[in-house]
């Protein structure tokens, strides 16, 4: 599995080679007027098949930012690809020195609650936002 970052001439940040080279480590993010200051990504498969898209958005450096996974190619469900890329991006957020991650997944979206458990992140609050309701989840990393 790759994650690649979506801006024509962006560096490949590959999950399997990131350990070798460091330089990829390095989060670079740009401005986008919806979503504040934001990095994004696309998920690719062994094949380079793109199979979804990978969001750090609303970052405050020294604070924290907003995670976002999806995988819109349905066939790509539960193969564990969505976990992946949200280690990454958490991973990302880490030597990046943004000390909090935050999220939230629609209630009864129970595969996707499940995968944000298995990247470590833990539930703190409810809300109800246009009258649909989520649940919040968060991590504090250690930087
Ligand atoms: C949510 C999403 C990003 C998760 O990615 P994924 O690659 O499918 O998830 P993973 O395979 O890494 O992990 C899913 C886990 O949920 C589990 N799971 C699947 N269906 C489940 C269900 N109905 N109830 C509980 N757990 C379920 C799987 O068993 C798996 O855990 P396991 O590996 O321990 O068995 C992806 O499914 C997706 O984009 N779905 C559509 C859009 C969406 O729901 N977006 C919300 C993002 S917050």
């Not at 992140?121 to 990393?141: A, P, T």
């Amino acid at each position: 599995m790759k994650i690649v970052a979506r801006r024509i001439g962006d560096e490949i940040a590959d999950l399997s080679f990131r350990h070798k080279y460091p330089e990829l480590q390095t989060l670079d993010p740009w401005v986008d007027s919806n979503i504040g200051k934001s990095a994004l990504y696309s998920i690719l498969d062994e094949h380079n098949t793109y199979i979804g898209v990978a969001m750090i958005y609303n970052i405050k450096f020294g604070v924290e930012a907003e995670l976002g996974v999806s995988i819109n190619n349905k066939p790509y469900w539960g193969k564990g690809y969505g976990t992946a890329a949200l280690k990454f991006l958490i991973e990302t957020c880490r030597v990046s020195k943004i000390p909090r991650v935050y999220t939230k997944v629609a209630k009864g979206n129970d595969r996707a609650l499940a995968h944000e458990h298995k990247a470590g992140m833990k539930q703190y609050g409810e809300s109800v936002i246009n009258g649909v309701s989520f649940i919040l989840l968060e991590q504090n990393l250690v930087i």
